[in-house]
């Protein structure tokens, strides 16, 4: 799986946008951007994936550039509860090598009032 | 009506002793999974396991082994514990290559 670089922390204001970039810049054609979060003392949570469009679901949005070397997570109204470590994962989807994850160290948002 | 459920949440133990570490998940997923969590918060993955094939992260020890009874079911058995066992346990579960949904975690310690 390719490797990844996030900031290892950011702060956010309480109903602002949180906006997490990540980059993939020796990201292959057919890996996709996944993106968990880990809530303190929680097992990680999926939140997002997408290969080359950008993706919208009841949690987030993710906007993947157009030479996919970067991609950016964007909670649009970060509240408390979004405190976490957010974790940005780019591997193939297919069941090769076991479908393992690979963590790096993820960024860990703060989200104040 | 919990997903993916680990027994028990904590578990406090000797050095030397055998213990498991329970994981069931009631999604109808195909592959489960254990991923070690230390100290410093990095997520490793352990082993990967669907009804076909086992795949070994190569730097789990062989004290370590999986278990599956069944496709609900993964359980984690560890032999003669090391003071650098002691960690938080997860197990996850997905359907094929799908995302991946984790258990609550298991803190393990061992004195």
């Known amino acids: 799986d390719a490797k990844t670089t996030q900031p290892p922390s950011m702060d956010c204001a309480e109903g602002r946008a949180a906006n997490l970039p990540c980059n993939h810049s020796t990201i292959s054609g057919n890996e996709y951007v996944y993106w968990y979060r880990q809530i303190h003392s929680q097992g990680p949570q999926y939140i997002i994936h997408?290969?080359?469009n950008n993706e919208t679901n009841e949690m987030a949005s993710l906007i993947i550039t157009e030479d996919r070397k970067s991609s950016t997570l964007i909670l649009p109204h970060a509240t408390l509860r979004d405190t976490a470590v957010y974790y940005c994962i780019v591997r193939v989807n297919n069941n090769n090598a076991g479908n393992m994850l690979t963590f790096g160290g993820g960024t860990r948002l703060m989200v104040k009032p | 009506d919990t997903a993916v459920s680990q027994t028990p949440k904590y578990l406090v133990t000797q050095m030397g002793n055998d213990k498991s570490i329970k994981c069931e998940q009631n999604?109808?997923?195909?592959?489960m999974y254990w991923y070690k969590q230390d100290s410093k918060k990095f997520l490793k993955i352990m082993f990967s396991?669907?009804?076909?094939?086992?795949?070994i992260n190569e730097t789990v020890p062989n004290r370590f082994s999986p278990k599956s009874p069944d496709k609900a079911h993964l359980n984690l058995h560890i032999n003669s514990l090391e003071l650098g066992d002691s960690a938080v346990y997860f197990c996850?579960?997905?359907?094929?290559?799908?995302?991946?949904?984790f258990g609550p975690g298991t803190r393990l310690t061992v004195l």
């Open positions: 996850a579960s997905s359907e094929r290559y799908n995302e991946q949904f």
């Open positions: 999604l109808g997923h195909d592959t």
């Open positions: 396991y669907n009804n076909k094939e086992l795949i």
């Open positions: 997408g290969l080359k």
